[in-house]
Structures are given as structure tokens and as C-alpha cells.
């Protein structure tokens, strides 16, 4: 299993650019990085894949190192509605659904 | 398109109790699963399934029956509940590579 490491929590301020970083130093060749946000009382709602380089949707980049062994998520200029935890997760469903481990996630406060 | 649908959203039972929650999706997905999220955590994973007539069992899932007779369909059975059951409980469905989360169902067992 590919176990990822998180902060806790962040700040931030509307308009800023926040950057989390997710540490999976066992991660497998097949598997992938996912990262998904999450509100309160709601499921969780992908917002980006990426195996290595960078990753760039309407939404969010994903940044992979050479290794593999860490990533990390970027927002671009936060809003409010961007307050809610935002999980990594390191695994390849096909082999077996079991290797996706979600961690704590991270917490981020947008502030106005 | 509706994507993964749960019912009932919010679920009371008392210790003993046994109930089926619902979880169905209409994108043609081979894999579903069934997370628990407990207060202030992340999921964990029940039981999950990569195709019709196949199921395997996740991280926690003692308490808990699942079988997978359709594509569409993967229902979580409680067969005696227990207050320690009490939690949010997603119903995802999948590509290979990523997962669709429907919106919870609340179980509260006293």
C-alpha cells in the first residue's frame, strides 16, 4: 500500500495561490495520483489525475517530481468557496481497489 | 446522466436492527466500492467490487454484506447493527484509474 503523509491544515487568503504537497515515498510504478476535495456532508469530487510532469485542468495543476515519491497539488488564485479538505491518493484501481488509501487529507481555510 | 446515487441520506436504527443501503450508477463503470467516513476522518474502505458477481473485502468490513448482481447496483447490508456503525457512508464508482463518489448516506444506530 501506498501510504501518503499530508499537512494537517492550511491558510490561505482569497486570491492566493495555495500549494499542497503529498508525500508517498512507496508508491508503485502503476499507480497513479489522484486528489480529490471534499465539503462537509458531501462525497468526495475529483479534481485532477496525474502519473508524472504536470497536470493542468480548469481547475487546478499537479506537479510530479522525477521520483514519483511526492506531488503537489496547486490552486490557483482561491476563493472562499475553495474552504474544505483535500485528499491525495496514491493507487492503480484495476490492479485492486484495496491499494486506494485515503489519508486524513488536508484542511484549507480560505479567508477573505 | 444522475452519476452514483445512495438512498435513504439519513438513517436511524437500534442496535440489532438490520437494514440495506442503496448505492446505484448509471455510467456503465466495471468497479464500485463503499467507504465509511467517520467524524473528522478520512474513508476507509468496506467492501468494493470489479465487476458483476465479484466482490472482495476492503480495510473494515466486518458488520457488513455486499453483493453485486447488475452492473448498476451494489447495496451495503447491515446485518445486525451496532452503535459503532454509526457514520457517513459513501458509495463510489470507477474507471481504472478514478473514482465518483455519491453523496452519503448518514447512519445513526443507537
Known amino acids: 500500500l501506498a501510504k501518503t503523509t499530508q499537512p494537517i491544515s492550511m491558510d490561505s487568503y482569497e486570491g492566493q495561490e495555495v500549494n499542497i504537497t503529498c508525500s508517498h515515498n512507496n508508491i508503485a510504478t502503476n499507480d497513479y495520483i489522484t486528489w480529490y476535495q471534499q465539503f462537509p456532508s458531501q462525497g468526495p469530487r475529483f479534481i485532477i489525475q496525474g502519473y508524472k510532469t504536470k497536470v493542468t485542468n480548469e481547475v487546478a495543476s499537479l506537479f510530479i517530481p522525477a521520483d514519483r515519491k511526492s506531488s503537489t497539488l496547486s490552486l490557483p488564485r482561491v476563493s472562499l468557496s475553495d474552504t474544505a479538505v483535500y485528499y491525495c491518493l496514491v493507487g492503480y484501481l484495476k490492479a485492486a481497489g484495496n491499494k486506494l488509501t485515503f489519508g486524513g487529507g488536508t484542511r484549507v481555510l480560505v479567508k477573505p | 446522466n444522475a452519476g452514483v446515487t445512495q438512498t435513504p441520506k439519513f438513517q436511524v436504527l437500534k442496535t440489532g436492527q438490520s437494514m440495506t443501503l442503496q448505492c446505484a450508477q448509471d455510467?456503465?463503470?466495471?468497479?464500485m466500492s463503499w467507504y465509511r467516513q467517520d467524524p473528522g476522518m478520512g474513508l476507509r474502505l468496506i467492501h468494493y467490487?470489479?465487476?458483476?458477481?465479484?466482490?472482495d473485502q476492503g480495510e473494515v468490513p466486518n458488520g457488513y454484506n455486499v453483493s453485486r448482481s447488475t452492473t448498476e447496483d451494489f447495496p451495503l447490508r447491515l446485518l445486525s447493527a451496532a452503535p459503532s456503525q454509526t457514520s457517513v457512508y459513501f458509495c463510489?464508482?470507477?474507471?481504472?484509474?478514478?473514482?465518483?463518489f455519491g453523496p452519503g448516506t448518514r447512519l445513526l444506530v443507537l
Open positions: 463510489a464508482s470507477s474507471t481504472e484509474e478514478t473514482q465518483y
Open positions: 467490487s470489479v465487476g458483476a458477481g465479484i466482490t
Open positions: 455510467m456503465n463503470h466495471e468497479y
